[in-house]
C-alpha cells in the first residue's frame, strides 16, 4: 500500500533536485514554469484526497469486519443452550442417561441445533423469574379421588381345582409387558379350571434380558397368595415334559390369536385342546384376553394379580429402598406407597436414631419413553433427515419385520399426519417444555426413568439446563450396588417402576407405554387420591408444539395448562379399557361415599 509520505516523494521529484534551482532566462518562460507548477500542485491535491478516503474506507471495512465476527463467537458462546438433534448412532451405540458416552464416535458427528432453541430459551428466562408454583400443581383432586379404597384382594367363590389340564406360558415383551401377560394367564387359567405353570419370560431381541419369572418376582408368594383363586405349579408332570406339544397341536402363538381375545375364544377354541392332549402352551402370550366383556370376579382376579401377588423379590425391593431414600435425601420420610413397593425394606428408608423426619424433599418423575425401539416402532420422524430414517429402517427390519413388510405393501400415515394426532412420542425436549410452562420451578428435584435415549447424551442438554437438580438410578447408586442388576434390563426396569410409582408426582410421556400405565394404575390403586399423574394429551400438545417457532411463552404457558388441566379429572375407567391402567371400578376398588 503507497503511503501519503510516500506518494509526495513519487510525484516531486523536480522540487527538490538540485537543477530545480539553476536559474531561467526570459519572463515568458518563468510565468509559464509557475502556471504549470501552479496546475500540478492542484492535481496532486485532489488525488491525495481521493487517496485518503480509499485508504480510511479499506480500514474502515476491515475493523467492522473483525467486529462482526467476533460477535458472532460471542453469541454462540453465550447462547442459552442449544439443543442439538440426535446423534444418529447405531442401537448398539445408544447410550444411556448416566452418559456413559462414546466421546471418539461422538465428536465425529456435526452436531445440529434442535427444533425448540427459542422456546428453550423462553423456558430459561421464566424458570429464572423463580415464580411461585401453582398450588394444584403436586395435587389431585382430593376429594373425588379420595373417595375410591383398594378392594380386589375380596373373594367371592371356591378355590379352582385345575382339574381340566396345564397352561404352560411364554410371555413375551419388557417387564411391564410380561407383567400383563402373567395376570392375563391367571385370569385364562380360572376361566378353563386348569393348572397354572409359573410363567416364563421370551428372549428379546429389542431387552436381550435373560431374567425369568423368580428373577423378578416372589414365586412362592405369587403361588400362596392366589391358592384360593387357581392352582399354580412350578413345572409340568414328568409324564407330560416329554410330550411333542408342537407335533400334537397344543402350542398356541400370538399368530393364532386375536389381541384381546373374548373369554368365548378360549372356552372354544383354548379348552378342547387342553382336554384333548392335558396341556396347552402359549407362546408370546401378553394383551391376548380382552377387558370387557368379562365377568366380574374374573376381572377382579386380574387385580388382585397385578396389585397383589406380583411382588418384587427381596434384592430389588433392598435396592430400591435404597433409591427412594436417596431420593428423599435422606429425610427418613416413608411414603405411602412404599410398603407396597419394598415390603419390609420400606422400615430401612428411616433414618437410625432420629426419631422425627425431616421434612422431605418432594420429587417429580418423569418417564422418558424415547428408546430406539419405541422411535423406530412409532413410524415417526424426529428431525434427523435421511440419516435418522435409513437407521430406523434398518432398525425396523431386524426388530419389527412385520412392521417394515406393512410400510413396504401398504399406504400408512405420514410421519407429520401421525404427529398431528397425538401419535408420536414426547421427545426429551418437548417433555421438559411442558413441566417448564405447568410451572414446576428451576429447584424440582426431577427423577428420569428410562435408559438407552435414542440420540444419547446430546437428548439430556435440554432437561439438565432447565433442570439442574436431575437425577437418574445410575446417579443415586454405586456401580457396586447396580452391579448385581447389570445386563439384565427387566430388573432395572423394576428399579425404575419403584421410583417413579412413589413420587409426590408422576409425569408420563407416552400413554402407550406399559410402564406409564402400571405406574399410574399403581398410584390410583394405593394412592389415596394424594399421588397426582401427570397424562398429557399429544394430540392437544402436538398442535402446541407445532408453533414453537412463533408462539410465545405466555400463551404457550396457558395453552400447556389448560392442554394438561383437561386430563387430570379423576374418572372411572372407560369401558374396553385396561384395569391395571384405569382400576377405578367396582372389579377393583369400592367407593367409600
Known amino acids: 500500500m503507497v503511503s501519503a509520505s510516500d506518494f509526495d516523494a513519487l510525484q516531486l521529484p523536480d522540487r527538490c533536485s538540485p537543477t530545480s534551482r539553476i536559474p531561467r532566462l526570459g519572463p515568458s518562460r518563468l510565468s509559464s514554469s509557475r502556471r504549470s507548477q501552479s ?37 454462540q458462546h453465550h447462547a442459552p443452550h442449544p439443543i442439538p438433534k440426535p446423534t444418529l448412532r447405531s442401537s448398539s451405540a445408544s447410550l444411556s442417561l448416566q452418559g456413559k458416552v462414546n466421546n471418539k464416535t461422538g465428536n465425529k458427528k456435526k452436531s445440529q441445533k434442535g427444533n425448540y432453541v427459542r422456546l428453550l430459551a423462553l ?148 379348552l378342547p385342546i387342553i382336554r384333548k392332549n392335558q396341556v396347552v402352551h402359549f407362546v408370546g402370550f401378553g394383551n391376548r384376553l380382552a377387558f370387557d366383556p368379562i365377568a366380574f370376579e374374573l376381572q377382579r382376579l386380574r387385580c388382585r394379580c397385578n396389585f397383589h401377588a406380583l411382588q418384587f423379590v427381596p434384592r430389588i425391593q433392598e435396592t430400591g429402598a435404597l433409591l427412594l431414600k436417596r431420593l428423599r435425601e435422606h429425610s427418613g420420610l416413608v411414603g405411602p406407597l412404599d410398603h407396597h413397593l419394598v415390603g419390609p425394606f420400606a422400615e430401612s428408608i428411616k433414618e437410625k436414631g432420629e426419631n422425627d423426619a425431616k421434612k422431605a424433599s418432594k420429587y417429580l418423575a418423569l418417564h422418558l419413553r424415547f428408546e430406539i425401539d419405541m422411535v423406530a416402532h412409532s413410524l415417526c420422524e424426529f428431525g434427523g433427515g435421511e440419516e435418522e430414517r435409513k437407521e430406523l429402517e434398518a432398525y425396523r427390519e431386524i426388530h419389527f419385520p412385520a412392521l417394515s413388510l406393512l410400510k413396504r405393501t401398504t399406504r400408512l400415515p405420514s410421519p407429520s399426519e401421525l404427529r398431528s394426532e397425538g401419535l408420536c412420542p414426547l421427545t426429551p425436549e418437548e417433555s421438559i417444555l411442558m413441566l417448564a410452562a405447568l410451572g414446576f420451578n428451576r429447584k424440582t428435584h426431577l427423577f428420569v426413568a428410562g435408559s438407552n435415549l435414542y440420540g444419547g447424551r446430546s437428548r439430556l442438554v435440554a432437561l439438565t439446563s ?38 409426590d408426582a408422576f409425569a408420563m410421556t407416552d400413554s402407550g407405554s406399559q410402564l406409564s400405565s402400571l405406574v399410574s394404575g399403581f398410584r390410583i390403586y394405593y394412592g389415596g387420591g394424594r399421588m397426582p399423574t401427570i397424562r398429557p394429551n399429544k394430540r392437544r400438545l402436538a398442535s402446541i408444539f407445532m408453533k414453537n417457532s412463533t408462539i ?41 361415599d
Open 123 to 270: 423456558a430459561a428466562h421464566a424458570l429464572a423469574e423463580n415464580k411461585r408454583e401453582p398450588k394444584d400443581l403436586w395435587q389431585e383432586p382430593f376429594v373425588p379421588a379420595s373417595s375410591w379404597r383398594p378392594c380386589a384382594d375380596q373373594r367371592n367363590w371356591e378355590p379352582n381345582e385345575g382339574k381340566n389340564g396345564y397352561i404352560l406360558v411364554t410371555a413375551n415383551g419388557g417387564i411391564n409387558q410380561q407383567r400383563v401377560g402373567v395376570c392375563n394367564a391367571v385370569v385364562v387359567a380360572r376361566l378353563l379350571n386348569s393348572t397354572l405353570v409359573i410363567p416364563k419370560f421370551m428372549f428379546s431381541s429389542v431387552w436381550r434380558d435373560v431374567s425369568q419369572f423368580s428373577d423378578i418376582y416372589q414365586e412362592e408368594h405369587f403361588i400362596n397368595y392366589l391358592t384360593p383363586d387357581i392352582r399354580i405349579v412350578r413345572e409340568l408332570p414328568k409324564e407330560l415334559q416329554s410330550l411333542d406339544l408342537e407335533a400334537i397341536g397344543s402350542v398356541v402363538t400370538d399368530v393364532d390369536m386375536e389381541k384381546e381375545a373374548k373369554p368365548s375364544f378360549y372356552l372354544k377354541r383354548i
Open 39 to 75: 496546475h500540478s500542485s492542484s492535481w496532486f491535491r485532489r488525488k491525495r484526497s481521493k487517496m485518503l478516503l480509499a485508504l480510511i474506507a479499506l480500514l474502515a471495512s476491515f475493523f467492522f469486519f473483525n467486529w462482526f465476527m467476533l460477535l458472532r463467537l460471542q453469541y
Open 466 to 503: 432447565l433442570y439442574p437438580k436431575l437425577v437418574t438410578k445410575e446417579n443415586l447408586l454405586s456401580s457396586t450396588e447396580l452391579e448385581p442388576f447389570a445386563n439384565y434390563s427387566s430388573q432395572l426396569a423394576a428399579l425404575d417402576f419403584i421410583g417413579c410409582t412413589a413420587s
Open 552 to 592: 410465545e411463552w405466555r400463551v404457550f404457558e396457558q395453552r400447556m395448562r389448560k392442554a394438561v388441566r383437561q386430563t387430570k379429572h379423576v374418572q372411572t375407567r372407560p369401558k374396553a379399557r385396561s384395569v391395571y391402567r384405569y382400576p377405578r371400578c367396582k372389579d377393583c376398588m369400592c367407593r367409600t
